[in-house]
């Protein structure tokens, strides 16, 4: 990737601030502990001006995390979406991705985030076709990788659907240990 050319604001903690004075300390709990989330959404250029693609629902899926992940998010979705128009729009660039994140922010080290402030930004920035130029045209080859799906891996919800066994689930039995064999 080509590096990122500064654009002019970028919206952190409820107002627009210049690029170069979005800053955060070198011990913010995020970056110690990796407590943050994050949506991208994309923004095209459209005859009557950019068109974010989705925005409600991105930001919904944003504010989803943010419940998985516990944190008190101290903005509505409305005032999310107002964000990302008022980013756009202060940069003036059409077509444009855009980054909202919350992460836990400079206050406590250690493991509780919640003693840290959770601190809010929507940055937008110009980014080419994410998987090359060409991945569209002539298609990618990918692989998926990583740990198995377990049920600890899930957040519980009330009336979810579960599509993989649990150790309490009625077909799921425990093998029997190899001492337990019985003699004839």
Same mark, same amino acid.
Request: proline share 7%; charged share 25%.
């Given at each position: ?75 509505? =979705?409305?005032?999310?979406?107002? /964000?990302?128009?008022?980013?756009? %729009?202060?940069?003036?660039?059409? #077509? @444009? ?63 979810? =659907?579960?599509?993989?066994?649990? /150790?309490?689930?009625?077909?799921? %039995?425990?093998?029997?240990?190899? #001492? @337990?064999?019985?003699?004839?």
């Amino acid at each position: 990737m080509v590096g990122i050319r500064p654009l002019k604001k970028i919206w952190m903690d409820g107002r627009l601030v210049d690029w170069d004075d979005a800053k955060v300390h070198v011990l913010t709990h995020g970056l110690h502990y990796g407590y943050a989330i994050f949506e991208g959404i994309r923004c095209h250029e459209t005859p009557k001006g950019s068109a974010i693609f989705r925005l409600s629902e991105h930001n919904d899926r944003f504010l989803n995390s943010a419940k998985v992940y516990r944190m008190k998010m101290p903005y509505s =979705r409305a005032e999310i979406d107002q /964000a990302c128009i008022d980013v756009v %729009r202060a940069n003036g660039v059409p #077509t @444009t991705y855009l980054r909202p994140i919350a992460f836990s922010g400079y206050g406590e080290m250690g493991l509780d985030p919640t003693k840290s402030p959770l601190q809010v930004a929507v940055i937008n920035f110009e980014w080419g076709a994410y998987l090359g130029e060409d991945g569209a045209e002539k298609g990618i080859r990918a692989t998926v990788s990583g740990p198995a799906s377990t049920p600890a891996r899930f957040p519980r919800k009330r009336n979810a =659907r579960r599509t993989t066994r649990t /150790a309490r689930s009625r077909r799921w %039995r425990r093998p029997r240990p190899a #001492t @337990t064999r019985r003699s004839s």
